[in-house]
């Protein structure tokens, strides 16, 4: 994992990390949210204790700066691309419009499937 500043690149920061506990708890496609990397084994509101702490998975160092504002892009699904905008507004009610996490990568490194996540102190 490294950092990428090309000009394909297009978000806010370069790296989003969502949890299977929070999307889980909407009972959700987690393909809807599109994250980099998904942590598995959390509970539902595990990443909202998150912002301003730093994970290490694998070899990798990221910093999570805050929880993620939902787009209308989540409202679309992934096979069929239909629309449905009573996802967002669940996501609002429920999780106060924000699920998964904005990131960096502070140290870069490898990081495969099934590796150890450790949240560390800002």
Known sequence: MARFDGPE????L????ATDGAIDSLGMDRRRFRPNILVSGTTAD?????PGKRLRIG???IAVASLRQRCVMTTYDPDTR???VSILRRIVRERGGRLALDCQVIEPGCV??????EVLAG
């Open 112 to 117: 495969t499937l099934g590796d150890r996540v």
């Open 9 to 12: 690149r297009f978000d806010v």
């Open 14 to 17: 370069p790296l989003l990390v």
């Open 59 to 61: 070899r990798a160092i």
């Open 46 to 50: 595990a990443e909202r204790s998150w």
């Open 82 to 84: 239909v629309q449905d």
